[in-house]
């Protein structure tokens, strides 16, 4: 996993708690006027599902997975999604599949990012955080709200245990499709909050890095460890 910045200073995993920490959002994209423009640029593009002008943006070997090929071809085909390139059992997912990949690819470049000590521009923010080596990186989550609550039970009307305002919790067995997880906090208290709230700190995240004719382009878009 790239390097991160924050330190959590808590081992979310360990028999013993410590205090709860908070990282609230700061998006740096204003520092410079050029990287703003090229974000501003990029998502008016994403917003109009302009697969050729998007691709245009992208590095010549941009980052788009771990373990198969990335690149600006292997990009067109996330954003695309041939239905003849998937396996017979799933091609008549290829709309929804498409859709989710455009939806994600929006919604982290929308995100507060940061620049890291190469320059570069990441987002979304929490990607900044650093976590303990102890804590299995796929069970922490960003709560992405301000004072979301955590409730006692998984409904509106369970009883409010506290409001949570862009914290690192766990979730041990998170629910696909759920719309309340049942999560842990770093001082050990356990609650139910919405899911629309918790954002995998092993999920997408994207970077903008200037190249050396002094263009920004998207140079990764990528999930997972």
């Known amino acids: 996993m790239k390097s991160h910045h924050l330190a959590l200073a808590v081992l979310i995993c360990a028999p013993a708690w410590a205090d709860r920490q908070s990282f609230p959002p700061v998006d740096q994209a204003g520092n410079d006027p050029s990287l703003a423009a090229f974000r501003e640029d990029l998502l008016t593009k994403v917003a109009a599902r302009d697969t050729e002008a998007v691709i245009a ?15 600006p071809e292997a990009f067109r085909e996330g954003l695309t999604v041939p239905p003849e390139t998937l396996d017979e059992e799933y091609r008549d997912q290829a709309d929804d599949m498409r859709a989710e990949y455009w939806s994600a690819l929006e919604n982290t470049l929308s995100q507060p990012g940061y620049f890291d000590d190469q320059g570069e521009f990441w987002m979304p923010h929490q990607w900044r955080i650093s976590l303990p080596a102890t804590l299995d990186p796929f069970l922490a989550y960003f709560v992405t709200g301000d004072r979301v609550t955590l409730r ?12 949570i305002s862009h914290e690192v919790v766990l979730i041990p067995d998170y629910q696909e499709g759920a719309e309340y997880q049942l999560v842990r906090l770093t001082d050990g208290t356990f609650g139910y909050m919405h899911s629309d709230f918790l954002w995998s700190m092993v999920g997408y995240r994207a970077a903008f890095v200037k190249s050396d004719a002094g263009n920004w382009q998207l140079c990764t878009f990528v999930t997972g460890d």
């Open 152 to 163: 006692r039970s998984p409904a509106r009307s369970g009883a409010i245990l506290d409001f």
């Open 57 to 71: 943006a992208a590095c010549p070997d941009i980052h788009i997975s771990h373990g198969t090929e990335s690149g």
